[in-house]
Structure formats: C-alpha cells, structure tokens
C-alpha cells in the first residue's frame, strides 16, 4: 500500500502515519498523527469531519482512497497506519509541518 500513495520528491521524509477516530464523549473527531521516527518528534492535526480529512488527504497524497478508513465500532479506533514517504510539502499540506 505504501507504493501506491508515496511520491517521489526532492526531500522526503520515511514516516509512519496514523489516523485515528476519537470518540472521547463530545463530538467525534479525527487525529492524523505522523510519527518520523526515533529521533523525531511526533506531530499531530486534528479534523472535525471525515469530509475535512478526506480533503486534507487526497490533496496531499494522490491516491489515497477513502477504503483505508473504515470505522468498525463505536470506540476511539485507529483507522489507518502504514509507514511511507512523504515530502515536506504533503506534510505541509496536511496540516503537520516540521
């Protein structure tokens, strides 16, 4: 999976992404979280909508299909995670800047 939303650039950055679903008793929300490995710290981007992500998302990783989500339960769930490359400006364009 990571081959197909990856992209070539001039800088990329070998992270793990993780999206999770938050139900904590108000509003559900959802939490983007890029971890860039162990010397890094993790950065992170909150969503109100699942409209708002899949924006975020398809502009910033082309090929990133909305079957990667799927809520399973009514509980706070991660929702995707995968290791993959991504340039600063997909980064940028997610809200998570370095």
Do not use: C, W
């Amino acid at each position: 999976m990571s081959q197909m939303i990856a992209m070539s650039s001039p800088h990329t950055n070998s992270v793990r992404l993780v999206i999770q679903l938050v139900r904590d008793g108000t509003k559900p929300h959802y939490r983007v979280a890029v971890y860039p490995g162990p010397s890094g710290a993790p950065l992170h981007v909150k969503f109100s909508s699942r409209d708002e992500l899949l924006e975020r998302l398809r502009a910033a990783i082309p090929g990133f299909d909305e079957i990667h989500l799927l809520e399973t339960g009514d509980a706070t769930e991660i929702l995707f995670a995968d290791s993959m490359e991504l340039s600063d400006a997909q980064l940028s364009s997610l809200g998570l800047a370095q």
